[in-house]
């Protein structure tokens, strides 16, 4: 079968090449993919690596074989998957854990754009308990986490505020669900607040002030920060606000305490409800998978970029 592999030589580090087909366990289906979603953390890796391998997190696709011991979803169900790693093929074996299916009204580029960013967003508005009336920072709002947890923090009744460095984003952050855009400068975000959530999307210098915004009991959650070795945090002011705290956030790591198809399976619902949209940006061949990652890493457009599997 074909799927993509990292290759130096390689325009791009990466390409189509042969891989040998999976073997699934008693608790893994066989599916086959149709679209998968990018993501920036797997493209850094696979970008820096010099051996052969299959990256990919994310994918969308339907099952051929249903998982030998009975669990998980039937042979022929639409499904959306997450892999540690290997979901960039024209076949996968999934645990059936990490598997929710996907009701015909919801396209699979949809449903590909949910596991790492999808979930993401939900295990940091799920951190924050309840949201109703609450204030909400999104910071790299324009991004594919930070469009998710702006609508996901809306719809739990939260004032959600998103912060954006492209002005031509703005727009799109305000149909997500944020009643206020600050464009550039995080500083300018402090007189809406103080926030009861922080998402984090950014890191850096940009963490350091909103993470100085929380109320009195707030969570800043942060999933940017983890790939950053040094970041510069006025410590002081976030212990000094009661029982206020920072936290980072990897989804490897939640997935340890609940299992990615019952995540999955609520934001496939959002999207049938029409609550949840992901904004997905660039859609094109998995041929075309050096280019599409190259855009991503240099953030030249927003949202979520899908590639179909041919």
Same mark, same amino acid.
């Given at each position: 079968?074909?799927?993509?592999?990292?290759?130096?030589?390689?325009?791009?580090?990466?390409?189509?090449?042969?891989?040998?087909?999976?073997? *699934?366990?008693?608790?893994?289906?066989?599916?086959?993919?149709?679209?998968?979603?990018?993501?920036?953390?797997?493209?850094?890796?696979?970008?820096?690596?010099?051996?052969?391998?299959?990256?990919?997190?994310?994918? !969308?696709?339907?099952?051929?074989?249903?998982?030998?011991?009975?669990?998980?979803?039937? !042979?022929?169900?639409?499904?959306?998957?997450?892999?540690?790693?290997?979901?960039?093929?024209?076949?996968?074996?999934?645990?059936?854990?990490?598997?929710? &299916?996907?009701?015909?009204?919801?396209?699979?580029?949809?449903?590909?754009?949910?596991?790492?960013?999808?979930?993401?967003?939900?295990?940091?508005?799920?951190?924050?308990?309840?949201?109703?009336?609450?204030?909400?920072?999104?910071?790299?709002?324009?991004?594919?986490?930070?469009?998710?947890?702006?609508?996901?923090?809306?719809?739990?009744?939260?004032?959600?505020?998103?912060?954006?460095?492209?002005?031509?984003?703005?727009?799109?952050?305000?149909?997500? #669900?944020?009643?206020?855009?600050?464009?550039?400068?995080?500083?300018?975000? @402090?007189?809406?607040?103080?926030?009861?959530?922080?998402?984090?999307?950014?890191?850096?210098?940009?963490?350091?002030?909103?993470?100085?915004?929380?109320?009195?009991?707030?969570?800043?959650?942060?999933?940017?920060?983890?790939?950053?070795?040094?970041?510069?945090?006025?410590?002081?002011?976030?212990?000094?606000?009661?029982?206020?705290?920072?936290?980072?956030?990897?989804?490897?790591?939640?997935?340890?305490?609940?299992?990615?198809?019952? #995540?999955?399976? @609520?934001?496939?619902?959002?999207?049938?409800?029409?609550?949840?949209?992901?904004?997905?940006?660039?859609? !094109? *061949?998995? &041929?075309?998978?050096?280019?599409?990652?190259?855009?991503?890493? &240099?953030?030249?457009?927003?949202?979520?970029?899908?590639?179909?599997?041919?």
């Amino acid at each position: 079968m074909k799927a993509i592999v990292t290759d130096p030589q390689a325009k791009g580090h990466l390409a189509l090449g042969d891989q040998a087909e999976p073997t *699934p366990s008693p608790s893994q289906a066989l599916v086959r993919v149709e679209a998968i979603s990018l993501n920036r953390g797997e493209v850094r890796r696979a970008l820096a690596s010099q051996e052969r391998y299959v990256p990919g997190w994310d994918l !969308a696709g339907e099952v051929m074989q249903p998982a030998a011991d009975g669990s998980g979803p039937q !042979a022929g169900r639409r499904v959306v998957g997450y892999l540690p790693s290997g979901a960039w093929a024209q076949r996968v074996a999934v645990p059936a854990n990490a598997l929710a &299916e996907v009701p015909d009204p919801v396209p699979l580029s949809q449903a590909a754009t949910l596991p790492v960013a999808g979930l993401t967003a939900l295990f940091s508005i799920q951190k924050a308990g309840s949201l109703l009336g609450r204030r909400v920072l999104v910071t790299g709002a324009s991004g594919g986490v930070g469009g998710f947890a702006v609508q996901l923090a809306y719809r739990s009744g939260a004032f959600v505020v998103g912060l954006t460095q492209h002005p031509e984003y703005a727009e799109m952050v305000r149909e997500a #669900g944020a009643g206020d855009v600050v464009v550039g400068d995080p500083e300018a975000a @402090r007189s809406s607040g103080p926030y009861h959530l922080i998402c984090d999307g950014v890191g850096g210098d940009t963490l350091s002030t909103v993470a100085t915004m929380l109320a009195p009991g707030g969570i800043c959650v942060t999933y940017a920060a983890l790939t950053q070795p040094e970041i510069p945090l006025n410590l002081r002011a976030v212990v000094q606000t009661p029982s206020a705290y920072l936290t980072g956030l990897m989804v490897l790591s939640e997935l340890k305490n609940e299992p990615a198809s019952l #995540g999955l399976a @609520r934001l496939v619902a959002l999207i049938q409800d029409g609550r949840l949209r992901p904004h997905i940006e660039v859609e !094109a *061949p998995w &041929e075309q998978v050096a280019e599409v990652c190259q855009r991503l890493m &240099e953030r030249r457009f927003p949202g979520k970029a899908v590639l179909r599997v041919s």
